[in-house]
């Protein structure tokens, strides 16, 4: 079956340093991608999203690129701090699914000091 | 806070006992979720609710059964759990059921932790 997947299930950074979070998705009529950040005790909270016709979108210390080529999804957060602590989970819309939204299994950030 | 509310956050319960979740948004949306979280799986979507009416249950089995008496309030109600049914049990809301965009993000509550004995 089709899947999102991530390619670390772990990442420890330096506090200050950028972190790179990765995402393979494998259904290339996946158009919209988004990025959620999970803090313990809390729910998964929206960051940010990009639709298949960009490959670069920017946010606030964040930025998502979407490779087409090779589907392959990446969340960058500059100068990482202890607060970014968190599991970070990619998910696409299946339209093999109905346009469901696909969840990836995760990857924990730890940021530290 | 997101607008959805989720109560109890913790819940220990036996085998035998019946229990409910209960989730509440203000956000005004049309569609309800629950999915479920375990450890080092991926978000399992188990309901969907769209004005109150059921759109899509995922093969959940019968010891599982939602409740949406309204488009703000969307409830769980178990019985006769397993012990492998403990996990954290997510609500979401949207505007509308259907893919995602970015007016129509899935908005998750806290969630309700849920130890079955």
């Known amino acids: 079956g089709e899947s999102v997947g991530l390619h670390l299930p772990t990442l420890s950074v330096q506090e200050g340093d950028n972190s790179i979070i990765n995402c393979a998705y494998s259904n290339s009529a996946s158009d919209y991608f988004i990025w959620y950040k999970q803090e313990s005790g809390k729910g998964p909270q929206f960051i940010i999203d990009i639709r298949s016709n960009m490959d670069k979108r920017q946010g606030q210390r964040v930025t998502v690129l979407l490779n087409k080529t090779v589907k392959h999804l990446s969340l960058q957060i500059a100068a990482t701090q202890p607060g970014d602590s968190a599991v970070y989970f990619c998910?696409?819309?299946?339209?093999?699914?109905?346009?469901?939204?696909?969840f990836g299994q995760g990857t924990e950030l730890s940021v530290k000091p | 806070e997101t607008g959805v509310t989720q109560t109890p956050r913790h819940l220990v319960m036996g085998m035998t006992n019946k229990k409910s979740l209960k989730c509440e948004q203000h956000l005004g949306h049309n569609a309800m979720y629950w999915y479920k979280q375990s450890a080092k799986k991926p978000l399992e979507l188990m309901f969907v609710y769209s004005l109150e009416e059921r759109v899509e249950n995922n093969s959940v089995p019968s010891r599982f059964s939602p409740e949406c008496p309204n488009s703000s309030h969307l409830f769980l109600h178990l019985h006769t759990l397993q012990p492998e049914d403990s996990a954290l049990y997510l609500c979401a809301s949207s505007l509308v059921v259907g893919p995602s965009s970015g007016a129509n993000v899935l908005t998750f509550g806290a969630g309700s932790r849920l130890t079955v004995l």
């Open positions: 998910a696409e819309n299946d339209y093999n699914q109905g346009g469901k939204l696909i």
